[in-house]
């Protein structure tokens, strides 16, 4: 927002120094984003926060100025000659909604003659980026940049029955506005109507009607105080945004009305001629914007700010700024807010206008000078509290993922239900679906990580990533049995993983990720956490027939706490993805028992078993556990097999064995007795099955 130098010291004395002023306004929240000489004048850009309608003009921002440098702030001049003839003779006034237009000010200029403004109006309003358009409507802008309240001059020969009615807009009814347009209203919109049909948008845009143009003889001029909420229908609805709807959104003055417009009548009289006719149209209902109070206490704002304030200097800031104080007490004061300055009212205190102290502690920093206080955390006694297991579970999992080479995402809560019922959940329930969901992609709450990690994964594969490796603990949504009663629903937290792709150099060794490599992730997690997992063939939707499963915890039967297997539709490289329930990984206990390795050499064993493709590695692996000698320290999975050699709808399954002793070397023919004995064992269970 523009200021002019030339403009801001007609109120106010200014430092010499434009940048040392632009410095200073910065410091105390009015950010000066740019200081730029402009034809002997100097242009301020000061980016002026919502909350400070009453700064959005010249003198509000010379009144600020005024308190910075302790400086009086010089008065408007409003006094005008008028005519004999009363101005109830000429016009009237209603306000058939005075919650919506809580105040209507009117003046009445007779015989003025619309032309060209004199120099020094053109070179006020040229100076802040606006044009010249002609005499009377040059002086509404100037009033408005001047004081902040928004005008609009009524050529009054067209406004039927002399009449101002401000009234809700009727069904059907249309409004050509000064900018060219036919408007449809509707009856949430405020207009300013004649006698017979709607002239103007109420704070937002006049109508073309009744302009004033080079035929002018009698204006009407208009100075209100809209509703903000009334403004912004009217505005949105229609998308218009000007400067009189930009002030009246946020909150105008309703107190400024009457000396605005005897401001702007002054000056029409004097720069377009004519009469003032004596008196003012000025419909008020001031119990509609009754006084704000509230209370200042300098020992809180001290403890607030970090930083203390001293009481002649919150007096006098508060004053300047034009507040009214009562002392209530020592460093106690009893504040009226001025009609200019906008709060919200604080609701702990029902049936007063009672504003937030807080609002009244900036009032007083901004003048202290942001800068001057300590940028320091606030302390809090007492020590820290310990993390809670499942904060210690989650960061645990966390950090054991990356250093196996995922990389951690983060995902919107909401899914389209299409991607929902796609992939399984944990949970046989329906989802949750929002009330006023952003789109329907957007419009169920997930009970899966899987689909936004596989959408992820391939959003990668498309743009060229090598190998995805990526994994997510979040929480999902289930409905509760006391859900429709109000209830928030359950939302456990799970991790899910996905993987796919080579991972290594080009020139080196490459490997490509399968689904092994995703349960070797898996089991880890488990084992970091001492615990082990089991898996069960499933039939899963979203999954490849014949690769999905089951997990479930070996200490515990009963629920799943988990799935993997390989994604069933694929656009490049196959995709392998797991998910489990965080509570799932909690181990039984903190205590775990360890056992040292044998510090004799051992003697590693392989075995090919030509099984059924259908029997899962989980059978064979509890088999070898039932029979294992002590000299068996350990085994795995070593390579699973397809191809030439092997019969139809079998797999060779590679499993390698290590046995040890802890108190002597084993030889080879101890080793052979207790392989033989395993593998007759293996190969009668599950080398003859379909």
């Known amino acids: 927002m523009l200021f002019s130098r030339d403009w801001l010291a007609e109120a106010v004395d200014l430092p010499a120094d434009p940048n040392a002023l632009a410095e200073r306004l910065t410091l105390s929240g009015f950010a000066v984003e740019h200081v730029e000489e402009k034809e002997g004048d100097v242009a301020f850009d000061i980016d002026v926060t919502t909350n400070r309608p009453d700064c959005m003009n010249h003198r509000g921002l010379a009144r600020e100025i005024a308190a910075l440098y302790d400086l009086p702030l010089r008065p408007l001049a409003t006094a005008l000659p008028e005519g004999e003839e009363k101005v109830e003779a000429a016009a009237a006034v209603e306000v058939a909604d005075p919650e919506a237009c809580p105040r209507y000010a009117a003046r009445v200029i007779r015989g003025v003659r619309v032309g060209e403004s004199p120099a020094w109006l053109k070179r006020r309003l040229a100076s802040i980026g606006l044009r010249s358009i002609n005499n009377v409507v040059d002086v509404t802008n100037f009033v408005l940049w001047e004081t902040g309240q928004p005008l609009h001059a009524f050529d009054l020969a067209t406004l039927a029955g002399g009449r101002i009615v401000v009234r809700r807009a009727r069904a059907e009814e249309r409004l050509t506005t000064l900018d060219g347009q036919e408007r449809a209203l509707d009856p949430e919109m405020l207009v300013i109507a004649d006698a017979d049909k709607p002239v103007a948008l109420g704070g937002v845009m006049g109508g073309l009607d009744s302009e004033v143009t080079a035929a002018t003889v009698d204006v009407l001029l208009e100075s209100a105080h809209f509703d903000r909420r009334a403004v912004r229908v009217a505005a949105k609805r229609l998308g218009l945004h000007t400067d009189a709807s930009h002030r009246f959104e946020r909150g105008a003055d309703p107190g400024g009305c009457r000396e605005a417009a005897d401001r702007a009548a002054g000056l029409i009289a004097e720069l377009a001629g004519g009469t003032v006719l004596a008196g003012a149209l000025d419909v008020a ?41 009562s002392p209530e007490g020592p460093g106690v004061y009893r504040v009226s807010v001025p009609s200019w300055r906008h709060y919200d009212f604080d609701p702990r205190t029902p049936g007063r206008a009672e504003v937030y102290e807080a609002d009244l502690f900036e009032e007083v920093l901004h003048c202290f000078g942001l800068d001057r206080i300590p940028s320091a955390l606030p302390a809090i006694a007492g020590a820290d509290g310990p993390k809670t297991p499942a904060q210690r579970l989650r960061t645990r999992v966390k950090r054991h993922l990356a250093a196996c080479g995922f990389a951690e995402a983060v995902h919107y809560a909401f899914l389209d239900p299409a ?12 989802p949750l679906r929002l009330a006023n969901p952003l789109s329907e992609l957007y419009s169920v709450l997930r009970r899966s990580l899987v689909p936004n990690l596989v959408a992820s994964a391939r959003f990668n594969q498309r743009r060229g990533a090598a190998a995805v490796r990526l994994f997510e603990v979040a929480t999902v949504f289930f409905a509760g049995s006391g859900t429709d009663s109000g209830e928030l629903p359950e939302q456990p937290e799970h991790v899910a993983l996905v993987a796919g792709g080579r991972v290594g150099q080009p020139w080196d060794h490459q490997v490509e990720l399968d689904l092994f490599d995703l349960q070797g992730a898996v089991d880890s997690l488990a084992a970091d956490a001492g615990l082990r997992l089991t898996a069960r063939a499933a039939d899963l939707p979203g999954f490849l027939p ?14 799943a706490i988990g799935f993997f297997g390989q994604v069933a539709e694929e656009e490049g490289y196959p995709l392998y993805v797991a998910e489990l329930a965080l509570a799932g990984l909690a181990a039984g206990g903190s205590n775990r028992a360890v056992t040292l390795p044998s510090r004799l050499p051992g003697i590693s064993v392989d075995f090919t078993l030509t099984h059924a493709l259908s029997t899962p590695w989980a059978e064979i692996e509890a088999a070898i556990s039932a029979l294992a000698p002590p000299e068996l320290v350990a085994f795995g999975l070593k390579d699973r097999y397809r191809g030439a050699g092997v019969p139809e709808g079998a797999v060779n399954t590679t499993i390698h064995f290590h046995y040890n002793a802890a108190e002597r070397s084993l030889t080879q023919d101890e080793v052979n007795g207790h392989q033989a004995g395993l593998t007759g064992e293996l190969l009668r269970r599950f080398a003859g099955q379909d």
């Open 285 to 325: 209902h001031p119990q509609l914007y009754a006084p704000r109070h509230g209370r200042l206490d300098l020992a809180r704002l001290a403890a607030f700010a970090g930083a203390p304030v001293a009481a002649a200097d919150a007096e006098r800031w508060l004053v300047a700024l034009g507040f009214a104080l």
């Open 419 to 430: 991607a929902d019922a796609a992939w399984p959940s944990l949970r046989d329930v329906a």
């Open 546 to 559: 014949g690769s999905a499963a089951l997990l479930f915890r070996v200490d515990r039967g009963g629920e």
